[in-house]
C-alpha cells in the first residue's frame, strides 16, 4: 500500500522529470505583441510602411516583439488614439502633427500656414536639430517619435466652386482636424469651419452638413471625397510631418537593444514612406483628374498668406516661449 507519503514523493519526482524537459525545449520568453493605430487603408504610403516596420522589428528582434498595426483607423479617431498611446493602451501608431497640437502646444508650430516652403524643406528641417526639440516636446507628453513621414501640401477643395482668391472661401463651410488653430485659418479666410472626424467627412459632405475640406492628394483620393467635392484648388497652406510614435511605457520597457532595433525599422519606414508618398500623390492626382474633379492653382498664394498672418500674430503673442522656434525654422529657410 502507497502511504501518502510516497504518493507525494512520486508526483514530484514527475514533476521534475516535466520541468527537466520543459528546461530541456529551453522555450522563448513570451512575445510582446504590439497593437498600432493607422488612419488609412492598407494600400496608403503610410500603411505599407508600418507594415515594413512591424516586420522589420518581429525579424530583427527574434519574435521578442511582435507588432500588429490595425488600418482604417478601427481603433477610434485620432485624437482619442493620441491619448491611448499617451496611457500605454496602445503601443505605437503613425500620427499627423494637426492634431497633436491641443496635447503638445510646440507642434502647433507645424500648423502654423505656410511655415514651410516645401515638403523637401519640412523633411531637413524636421531630420535635424529642430525635429529634436519637437520629439522633446512630445516625449514630455509619452510619445516617442522615432522618425517622420511625410503627408505632401494640404489644399482646400469643395463641392461648389474653384477657390482662386480669399474671397472665394466666403460663406463656405469647411470640416478641419481637430485644432482650433485651423478654425481661426478659415475664419480668416472668410469662411466657417467644423473641427471633424476624418471618418465622418464623405457622409458630411454627402449630406451637404459642410461644402469642403482640405487634405493632400492622397487623402482626398482615397477618402473619396473627391466624388463628392469636385473642386480641388492648390492653395496648398499646409505642409505637415507625421510621426512614427511608440508609447513612452512600452519604450521604456524595452532594452536598449530592442530600442535600437525599433528606431531603426521606424527610420526605414520613413525612408520607404516618403518615397512611395511621392509615387502616390501622383496617381492619386491623376485618378482624380480621370474622374472629372477641377483642379486649379489659386491666383496669388500670397494673398492667402496675408490673410492669414494673424494667426502667427496671435499665436507668438499666446504663446512668447516658443517664439524662438518659430524663428529657427523660418530662417533654416531663408
Ligand atoms: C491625412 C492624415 C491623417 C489625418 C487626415 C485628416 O494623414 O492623419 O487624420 O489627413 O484630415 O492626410 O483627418
Redesign the pocket.
Known amino acids: 500500500m502507497l502511504t501518502n507519503k510516497t504518493i507525494k514523493f512520486s508526483n514530484c519526482l514527475k514533476l521534475t522529470a516535466v520541468s527537466g524537459i520543459l528546461a530541456a525545449v529551453s522555450l522563448p520568453a513570451q512575445a510582446e505583441q504590439w497593437r498600432g493605430w493607422n ?2 487603408p492598407p494600400s496608403y504610403p ?1 500603411s505599407v510602411a508600418l507594415e515594413s516596420f512591424s516586420e522589420e522589428v518581429a525579424e530583427k528582434t527574434e519574435g521578442r516583439i511582435e507588432p500588429k498595426v490595425y488600418h482604417n483607423g478601427v481603433l477610434g479617431a ?1 485624437p482619442d488614439a493620441i491619448e491611448q498611446t499617451r496611457s500605454g493602451a496602445l503601443d505605437f501608431a ?3 502633427m ?2 497633436m497640437g491641443p496635447i503638445v502646444p510646440a507642434t502647433n508650430i507645424l500648423s502654423l500656414p505656410f511655415i514651410f516652403n516645401s515638403t523637401e524643406d519640412m523633411y531637413r528641417i524636421m531630420d535635424g536639430e529642430i525635429g529634436g526639440r519637437f520629439a522633446e516636446a512630445l516625449a514630455e507628453k509619452n510619445l516617442v517619435a522615432l522618425s517622420w513621414f511625410g ?1 505632401g501640401a ?1 489644399s482646400l477643395y469643395n463641392t461648389d466652386h474653384p477657390v482662386k482668391t480669399p474671397d472665394d472661401v466666403d460663406g463656405l463651410k469647411f470640416r478641419v ?1 481637430n485644432n482650433d488653430l485651423y478654425v481661426q485659418m478659415i475664419d480668416e479666410l472668410g469662411g466657417n469651419a467644423t473641427p471633424m ?2 471618418s465622418e ?1 464623405y457622409q458630411s459632405l454627402k449630406t451637404g452638413v459642410i461644402d469642403g ?4 492628394y ?2 482626398y483620393e482615397s477618402s473619396g471625397h473627391y466624388e463628392v467635392a469636385k473642386y480641388y484648388s492648390l492653395t496648398e497652406h499646409l505642409v ?1 510631418p ?1 510621426c512614427l510614435c511608440v508609447a513612452k511605457s512600452t519604450w521604456d520597457e524595452m532594452s536598449e537593444e530592442d530600442q535600437g532595433i525599433v528606431r531603426k525599422a521606424a527610420e526605414n519606414a520613413a525612408q520607404e514612406q516618403r518615397k512611395l508618398w511621392e509615387e502616390r500623390a501622383q496617381k492619386s492626382r491623376e485618378l482624380v483628374l480621370e474622374s472629372g474633379v477641377e483642379i486649379n492653382e489659386v491666383d496669388d498664394k500670397a494673398a492667402f498668406q496675408e490673410k492669414m498672418k494673424p494667426i502667427y500674430d496671435d499665436f507668438v503673442e499666446e504663446n512668447p516661449q516658443l517664439e524662438t522656434l518659430v524663428k529657427d525654422i523660418q530662417a533654416a529657410q531663408e
Not at 475640406?213 to 493632400?216: G, I, V, Y
Open positions: 488612419i488609412h503610410n485620432q503613425n500620427f499627423n494637426g492634431p503627408s494640404r482636424m472626424a476624418y467627412v475640406a482640405e487634405n493632400n492622397p487623402s505637415l507625421e
